[in-house]
C-alpha cells in the first residue's frame, strides 16, 4: 500500500508563492510517476504537472506552465510543486496522486491508484 501526504498549503496573496510537498510512504516501485492534480469549488479535479520518479521528466498544464515547478528529492521520498506568480484562480484543494502510469494516462486522475488527502490553496487578489 502506498501513502500519500501533502503539506505547504496555505493563504497567499496575487503574486505570490507557495511550496507544496508531498510524502511518500509504503512501497512504490520505480516505474511509477506522480501527479498534482486541483480541485476548485464547483470545479472537477484538474491536472497540473507530473513527474517520473525515476528519469525526473516533467509534464506540466498549459495554465500554469512557466508559474509552476515540480521536482522530486529522491532520498526524502518526497515530490514537490513550486508555484509561483500566484493568481486568485489557482486557489484550490491540491491533491498528489500516484501510480503505475502511461504518458498518455498522466493527465487523467481515473487512472491514478494512489491520493493525498490534499491541501488547500488560497489566493487573494
Known amino acids: 500500500q502506498v501513502q500519500l501526504t501533502e503539506a505547504g498549503g496555505g493563504w497567499v496573496q496575487t503574486g505570490g508563492s507557495l511550496t507544496l510537498s508531498c510524502t511518500v510512504t509504503?512501497?512504490?516501485?520505480?516505474?511509477?510517476?506522480f501527479g498534482w492534480f486541483r480541485q476548485a469549488p464547483g470545479k472537477d479535479r484538474a491536472f497540473v504537472a507530473a513527474?517520473?520518479?525515476?528519469?525526473?521528466?516533467?509534464y506540466y498544464a498549459d495554465s500554469i506552465k512557466g508559474r509552476f515547478t515540480v521536482s522530486r528529492n529522491k532520498a526524502e521520498n518526497t515530490m514537490y510543486l513550486q508555484m509561483d506568480n500566484l493568481n486568485p484562480e489557482d486557489t484550490a484543494v491540491y491533491y498528489c496522486?500516484?501510480?503505475?502510469?502511461?504518458?498518455?494516462?498522466?493527465?487523467?486522475?481515473?487512472?491514478?491508484?494512489?491520493w493525498g488527502q490534499g491541501t488547500q490553496v488560497t489566493v487573494s487578489s
Open positions: 496522486g500516484t501510480g503505475r502510469l502511461i504518458l498518455s494516462s498522466l493527465r487523467d486522475e481515473k487512472y491514478y491508484s494512489f
Open positions: 509504503g512501497r512504490t516501485s520505480s516505474t511509477y510517476r
Open positions: 513527474i517520473d520518479w525515476n528519469a525526473g521528466y516533467t
